[in-house]
């Protein structure tokens, strides 16, 4: 309806300037000759509704590419903030017959608000052959830099992902892991194999910009790329990189089991040292295939690789070891092995995606409970409860917050489980006492705060980290 008054609008006022009701310091033409000439007229004017009136036109009103060629051609001629609004205009209309005069802007202009427009608007409406360009303005300053990340990743065309490949390979040293960066914002999977190379690249700031890339692109083919790149890697950061992504790929990626298959032939096929270094990924995976060879080193008589199989089973990503965690930690007789298996349990039992129901988590966390030595690791559980949302956790965890040992991790956990208004409300009565006891309770500020609001059913945002 708005756009319909304004454009309406527009055609009055159209009218007015065809009339000579309005004269445009800017341009010199001839406001009867045809509706561009009229555009542009109003886009000339000092006023600024009537301005806004000629920019809607080029926006939705004006039809063609030689409408886009003459309107494109006046850029040039306009102060700069006028520049940057023109630009925008032609950017929103879509029309790839603009770039050249948008191109000329970019390359002429001192302004560096003016420049930073032309490139974003190259990212709307280019094909492709701008790639060059915009990687040089990439190598800029803000907000030039900014705008030409943001073309180059908006930027169509059926090779531009080659291109910003082969700049990922080749380019300016320091931008290379910027293109890759960019590849993954475009969802370039395509460059996936490019990345798989650039893993090993001889520049650090690579290949750990490739191994996040390949945890969001990867594929099966990839993963024997990423396990030579997790064997050849030298820093903890990298290791921790290679292990994410080999980890994502074999279980989020479009064939996950296959995925898994041929991570498990290539850890079959490694020698004893590169077992070990692919041990703690073997865990994140999980699986029943991963469980028989870790639970063939948590039996063997070799100290070593049971010790190896344990910190593989400590690291599973569901709780589908759950059982055979609490069967080890009732068998071992090594307090450091029961730490690290208590430790898991503490972990995984309330995780949002552990096959477990509510009711099932809640019952393993208490069974986990029975199995702390310390008070450190009842602190960890209680404070970990505030995961499951249901009021039986609620319920579970209000009692420490009388007990000063764990009435810090209580209170907190009580708080976290207050934030989410659907539970709070429905049992109203049960959170507001919760709530009063724990504000009497806490030492903690923004505990407080938080229970000061839930209890007026107000909601509270995580302050960010400066």
């Known amino acids: 309806m708005i756009r319909l008054f304004v454009r309406s609008f527009a055609s009055l006022c159209a009218a007015a300037v065809l009339a000579g009701g309005c004269a445009s310091p800017c341009f010199a033409v001839d406001p009867a000759a045809d509706p561009v000439a009229t555009v542009i007229t109003l886009l000339g004017s000092d006023d600024a509704d009537l301005r806004a009136i000629g920019l809607d036109r080029v926006r939705n009103g004006l039809e063609g590419p030689q409408a886009t060629t003459a309107i494109a051609a006046i850029v040039s001629k306009a ?15 879509g029309d790839g017959a ?127 790329g990423l396990v030579d790149a997790l064997l050849k890697t030298s820093s903890a950061g990298e290791r921790a990189e290679a292990e994410r992504a080999i980890v994502a790929v074999c279980t989020q990626s479009r064939d996950p089991g296959r995925a898994t298959e041929i991570f498990m032939e290539r850890f079959k096929a490694a020698s004893e040292g590169e077992r070990e270094a692919l041990l703690p990924t073997l865990g994140r995976i999980g699986g029943p295939a991963a469980l028989a060879v870790v639970d063939g080193l948590i039996a063997d008589p070799d100290a070593a690789k049971r010790r190896f199989g344990l910190k593989a089973i400590t690291r599973w990503p569901d709780a589908t070891v759950a ?71 609620f319920r579970f965890v209000l009692p420490f917050v009388d007990n000063a040992t764990f009435a810090e991790p209580a209170c907190k956990s009580v708080v976290e489980l207050a934030h989410h208004q659907k539970l709070r409300d429905a049992h109203k009565d049960e959170f507001v006492k919760a709530l009063d006891k724990v504000i009497a309770t806490t030492k903690n500020p923004e505990l407080v705060e938080r229970a000061e609001r839930y209890k007026q059913g107000k909601t509270w945002e995580r302050k960010k980290s400066s």
């Open 79 to 93: 102060a700069p903030t006028r520049q940057i609004e023109l630009v925008r205009a032609l950017a929103d209309r």
């Open 98 to 224: 603009a770039v050249p005069a948008v191109l000329a802007l970019l390359l002429a202009s001192p302004e560096a608000e003016v420049r930073a427009a032309a490139i974003l608007a190259l990212g709307q409406l280019g094909s492709g052959t701008e790639v060059a360009v915009l990687t040089k303005s990439l190598a800029a300053q803000d907000p030039e830099r900014a705008a030409a990340r943001r073309a180059l990743e908006r930027l169509k065309g059926a090779d531009v992902g080659k291109q910003v490949a082969e700049a990922a390979r080749h380019g300016e040293p320091a931008l290379r892991p910027t293109f890759i960066d960019i590849l993954v914002a475009r969802r370039e999977r395509s460059a996936a194999a490019d990345l798989v190379s650039l893993a090993t690249d001889g520049d650090e700031r690579v290949r750990l910009a490739a191994l996040v890339a390949l945890a969001k692109l990867g594929g099966t083919d990839h993963v024997g």
């Open 323 to 393: 059982k055979r965690l609490v069967v080890l930690v009732g068998e071992t007789q090594d307090p450091a092995e029961r730490a690290q298996l208590v430790g898991a349990l503490i972990r995984i039992a309330p995780l949002p995606d552990n096959k477990l129901d509510d009711r099932q988590k809640l019952e393993l966390v208490k069974q986990t409970m029975a199995l702390c030595a310390t008070d450190e690791e009842r602190a960890r559980l209680i404070e970990r409860v505030n995961a499951i949302r249901t009021v039986d956790a």
